[in-house]
């Protein structure tokens, strides 16, 4: 039997970098800490591209002070983004200058932060990462929690943290409730060419079936687009030649950078709401997506995991600085309250966008593009809807708040 004192399952960005909040905290760096992943250790390798993420600048603020953002060579700056209808005169700008920021956010490459954040992780000698394991039984208790592994092993800790995605094991396992709907859509990944170089700048359409976006890469001419659309609409774009692909991609971004060529795989992901309506039960709890997954339009799922993991190891070592027991159930009440505050506001907004673009009427429309325009025209209002795409407001974790401007 192996014991320690927290039980990590999943080592996607969530596990890998709670692991490591908790490695380098203050008071919490006593604690022995286990993850467990049922897939292999993230060697390093060049950045695939394959799949990655918009972050902004309260996650860079979290992982520059984890030491792993200096680390991460694909994680071009966007400075523009630039959204629009296709069919109306729907458009709203937004450029990092009018918003006294330099960056307005950074495309990361999945693959290379877990790779990061795991070689950081190497150093922590209180840290053991199992991986290529396979859970056969969760039993939780009261006082302390037991993971039997298919190969016998038996891991006990005292807190589990179920990181392990949207379709979590720990969560099922204790029979957590969760609300759920089906977006309707599926979103197509790739990676492509450009004719135009993209200049930083951070692009969406939305079209009638859905919102498409495209991220610049590192490179001038090369995006990441993330085309969400009906399952049926999806399933045709992943079946056709490239060719006639090229040509519809080009189409539906109204040729905003020129002809377009896929440059990789195209992978498709079913999209869905899920939100945990229990976060935690005995010394049992959720992070990111095993507690909440929405829709990628706005390109904050990942954002919110790491401010979940960054709040849950803020209020650890809070109790440990205090003297008092580094996990209870106040402690855990605590975290779900202040955490679900935040994913109810995404999940609403991102049900808004959705629902309010899906409205094909001409009323709709006229209301969305006068809606648009009109934003776009009062630079505070623009502001406050940036303050929140970046991470500089709400209620964030300390190690990922803005430094405060001296007078
Ligand atoms: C198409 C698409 C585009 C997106 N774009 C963005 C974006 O631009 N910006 C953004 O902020 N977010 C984005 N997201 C959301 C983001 O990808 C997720 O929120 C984030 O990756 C979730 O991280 P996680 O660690 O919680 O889960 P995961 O990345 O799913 O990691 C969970 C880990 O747990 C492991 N695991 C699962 N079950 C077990 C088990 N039983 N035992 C052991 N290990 C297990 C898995 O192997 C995996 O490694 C996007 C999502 C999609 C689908």
């Known amino acids: 039997m192996q014991t320690s004192d927290v039980l990590i399952v999943g080592g996607g960005s ?19 800490i286990t993850l467990l992943e ?5 060697e390093p390798t060049a950045p695939q591209l394959q799949r990655v993420s918009a972050l902004n600048q309260a996650s860079k603020r979290l992982l520059t002070a984890l030491g792993v953002w200096q680390g991460l060579t694909a994680n071009p700056a966007y400075q523009q983004m630039d959204v629009w209808e296709a ?9 990092a200058h009018s918003q006294n920021e330099t960056e307005l956010g950074w495309i990361v490459d999945n693959q290379q932060l877990c790779q990061q954040l795991y070689q950081r992780l190497k150093q922590y000698p209180q840290v053991q990462c199992l991986f290529g394991c396979s859970i056969q039984q969760i039993n ?18 005292k807190l589990l943290v179920g990181a392990d995605g949207a379709e979590s094991k720990v969560r099922q396992s204790q029979q957590m409730p969760l609300a759920f709907w089906d977006y309707d859509h599926h979103a197509l990944v790739a990676v492509i060419k450009t004719q135009q170089p993209h200049g930083q700048c951070a692009r969406q359409v939305f079209l009638p079936t859905g919102p498409l976006a495209l991220l610049p890469l590192s490179e001038p001419h090369l995006c990441s687009i993330v085309w969400s659309t009906s399952p049926e609409h999806a399933a045709q774009l992943l079946a056709i030649e490239e060719q006639q692909f090229n040509q519809a991609l080009t189409a539906a971004t109204q040729s905003a950078l020129g002809v377009l060529q896929v440059q990789s795989a ?17 010394q049992v709890v959720l992070v990111a997506d095993a507690a909440h997954t929405i829709h990628p339009l706005a390109g904050q799922g990942m954002n919110l995991g790491l401010m979940d993991v960054a709040a849950l190891a803020e209020l650890i070592n809070q109790q440990m600085a205090k003297n008092l027991p580094w996990v209870s ?21 991102m049900e808004l966008f959705k629902r309010g673009f899906s409205l094909p009427s001409p009323l709709a429309k006229l209301v969305r593009a006068v809606g648009m325009k009109s934003t776009n025209q009062l630079p505070f209002l623009k502001q406050k809807i ?17 430094v405060p401007v001296k007078d």
């Open 14 to 32: 969530a596990g890998l970098t709670l692991a490591l909040l908790l490695a380098t905290g203050e008071h919490s760096q006593k604690l022995k």
């Open 38 to 42: 049922q897939g292999p250790a993230p």
């Open 87 to 95: 069919d109306s005169f729907a458009r709203i700008q937004f450029d």
């Open 140 to 157: 939780a208790g009261d006082e302390q929690n037991l993971v039997t592994l298919s190969d016998g092993t038996v891991l006990l800790a």
């Open 266 to 282: 195209r992978q498709k992901y079913p999209l869905k709401m899920r939100y945990a309506t229990q976060w935690q039960q005995q």
């Open 329 to 349: 159930q106040r402690m855990l009440r605590q975290y779900e309250r202040w955490r679900k505050a935040e994913a109810q506001q995404l999940i609403a907004a």
């Open 386 to 402: 940036m303050a929140a795409a970046l991470g500089n407001s709400g209620d964030l974790p300390l190690l990922a708040r803005p």
